[in-house]
């Protein structure tokens, strides 16, 4: 079957240190996989998107990067920050649609 | 750019009675536009695909007939939970899809269902 998993324990991070988010998938074969940002009680927010040939993306303090041969993505928040605090979703394209994962929680403590 | 709304945000309602809620992509053309429901600390589900003008494609498991979807317009879509009932208290988030070479979907603010 197919799945999409993300670590289920929130991670706790000091101010500044460097956080890093997990997303294995099976029995998929997304063209692109994208990582979300949801706050509590609001929808996702669309962070950044990199395509099965790009093998690093970033954007300011995040960088993703994507292993087709292992099925895995990480996400780093460098220099964390407070206001990182939030849960962390990655999705993949597949069949024209998008295949959340449940959401990896941050937590950075000043 | 490439904003999304919702209203309303908040929803309390009595079983048996229908809510709708609008969804509207802003500053965007959206001809296809999802809906998602999500339950406390899960994943998004999608429960079904909206093309303006044309009926809805939705998702395994989910009844049409309970959950109307109308799709007026390119910036307009909307779900009207029929005859609701406690269970389908939930977190329902829709999207729009801005279109192109990699299709990117930018959600709405989602609104909190409450059916007491």
């Known amino acids: 079957s197919q799945k999409i998993e993300q670590n289920s324990e929130a991670l706790n991070i000091q101010e500044g240190k460097t956080a890093t988010l997990t997303c294995n998938y099976t029995n998929y074969s997304p063209a692109y996989l994208q990582w979300y940002r949801q706050d509590p009680g609001r929808g996702p927010v669309f962070l950044l998107l990199i395509r099965e040939n790009e093998k690093e993306k970033r954007k300011e303090r995040l960088k993703v990067t994507f292993d087709t041969t292992l099925k895995q993505s990480l996400f780093h928040i460098t220099a964390s920050q407070p206001a990182d605090s939030a849960t962390y979703l990655c999705?993949?394209?597949?069949?024209?649609?998008?295949?959340f994962g449940k959401g990896n929680q941050v937590v950075v403590i000043p | 750019g490439a904003v999304v709304s919702q209203h309303p945000s908040r929803v309390i309602c009595k079983s048996g009675t229908s809510v709708k809620i609008e969804c509207r992509s802003l500053?965007?053309?959206?001809?296809?536009m999802f809906w998602y429901r999500q339950f406390p600390k899960q994943s998004l589900m999608l429960m079904a695909t909206s093309n303006e003008g044309s009926k809805a494609t939705y998702e395994q498991g989910v009844e049409k007939d309970k959950f109307l979807i109308n799709h007026a317009s390119l910036t307009l879509s909307t779900l009207t939970v029929t005859s609701a009932h406690p269970e389908d208290s939930s977190f329902y988030i829709c999207?729009?899809?801005?279109?192109?070479?990699?299709?990117?979907?930018?959600f709405g603010p989602g609104t909190r269902l409450t059916v007491l």
């Open positions: 999705a993949l394209a597949a069949n024209n649609r998008l295949a």
């Open positions: 999207s729009g899809l801005l279109a192109g070479v990699t299709d990117t979907q930018y």
């Open positions: 500053d965007f053309q959206a001809t296809t």
